[in-house]
């Protein structure tokens, strides 16, 4: 199995320890932390790590989101909120069953949590291929951050438990690192070309990417896209009809 617990901005070493500790619980070996705002290796977050130690002192550290998942084929990100359009929400059990059946071949995967203030912002969501939001109360609906883990995790278990012998979809989406190569290039000949301007350009490209998201683009298709752009680029300098 290939899944990342991903941590972004993490403020709480109590909380890092806590989902180290819950790695432990339902075998993750993988616990990346994104710019964590705390010292991860402190004396407060081996105390929750309990036996989980071993997962703080080899969590993988990343400049930012897109760096932490650009090896992972299927990542599904967790949200209290969606202030724009992006990707549709979804339940946990069926959005989790999509990243457990992803993880099951070599291809990586990662389940994606935000900032305990104020979670993921809209750009880091469009990075996921499925988004999903617990059901809470609506008088008060912010999760402590290890307990949407501690959930998550334990929704993850159940699809292991329930589908081990189902074989595996493994589908052969591309990965994120690939997508966004992808994406870098077709922002750079829209802006050429005049097709984006510079003010506008985020909030086109966010719609660009949410829907190659809804897509689930395959390695080929990639390729083709990336292929295909870069050709017009070439041409549009060469001012080639």
Known sequence: MSL?????????????????????????????LVAPRCDHLGAEARQMAVHGEALLE??????????????????????GRIETESLPLSEPAPALRWLWQGSRGDAGAALVFGRED????????????????????????????????????HELQACRTTERT????????????ALEA??????????????LYPHTAA???????????RAQVQEPEVALLRGMVRQLRWAARQGTP
């Open 4 to 32: 990342a617990v991903v941590l972004v901005e993490p403020a709480g070493p109590l909380n890092v320890g806590s989902v180290a500790r819950l790695c432990a619980n339902f075998a993750i070996d993988q616990l990346r």
């Open 58 to 79: 080899q969590a993988q550290l990343y400049p930012d989101l897109a760096a932490a998942i650009a090896d992972c084929q299927r990542v599904v990100a967790t949200s």
């Open 118 to 153: 104020r979670g993921l912002s809209n750009a880091e969501l469009l990075q996921a291929g499925r988004l999903v939001r617990l059901a809470t109360s609506e008088a008060y609906a912010s999760l402590n951050l290890s307990h949407a883990v501690a959930i998550c995790l």
């Open 166 to 177: 189902e074989p595996a979809d493994l589908g052969n989406l591309c990965e994120r690192g």
């Open 182 to 195: 992808t994406l870098a290039d077709a922002e750079a000949l829209l802006l050429e070309v005049g097709f």
């Open 203 to 213: 909030a086109r490209m966010a719609k660009l990417r949410a829907l190659l998201q």
